[in-house]
């Protein structure tokens, strides 16, 4: 792959970083990651990531608030799902990084501690 011309990525930069600042908490990516399989409850994330519903509804808001995330409400419920391609493919590019012999390398760096 090509990289980005320099210009580019400096016309980007301030709006890539904010994207990765809202991926950086583990509960907010890990959320993140299930919106991309599809439409998500409220209680499903706080199921999958142990917060209660308020921690979870606050990290949904700054998700919200970037415009990364939309939600669908219908009765009582309501449902996320992932809204930003851009982001979308950076998970799809950490999942590729993490899979197979790749794997190796992500385990190795989180016992770093890195």
């Known amino acids: 792959m090509k990289p980005v011309a320099l210009d580019d990525m400096k016309r980007h930069a301030g709006h890539m970083a904010s994207r990765l600042k809202q991926m950086s908490h583990p509960d907010r990516l890990l959320?993140?990651?299930?919106?991309?399989?599809?439409?998500?409850?409220?209680?499903?994330?706080?199921?999958?990531?142990g917060l209660s519903q308020?921690?979870?509804?606050?990290?949904?808001?700054?998700?919200?608030?970037?415009d990364l995330v939309q939600v669908r409400i219908d009765a009582q419920t309501r449902w996320y799902r992932l809204k930003d391609p851009i982001v979308a493919g950076i998970i799809h590019?950490?999942?590729?990084?993490?899979?197979?012999?790749?794997?190796?390398?992500?385990?190795?760096?989180?016992?770093?501690g890195g």
């Open 31 to 49: 959320m993140l990651c299930r919106m991309d399989e599809g439409e998500v409850s409220v209680n499903e994330l706080v199921a999958l990531t």
């Open 54 to 66: 308020s921690g979870v509804s606050q990290h949904l808001a700054q998700l919200r608030a970037q």
């Open 93 to 112: 590019a950490m999942c590729a990084l993490c899979d197979g012999d790749a794997h190796r390398a992500c385990r190795v760096v989180d016992e770093q």
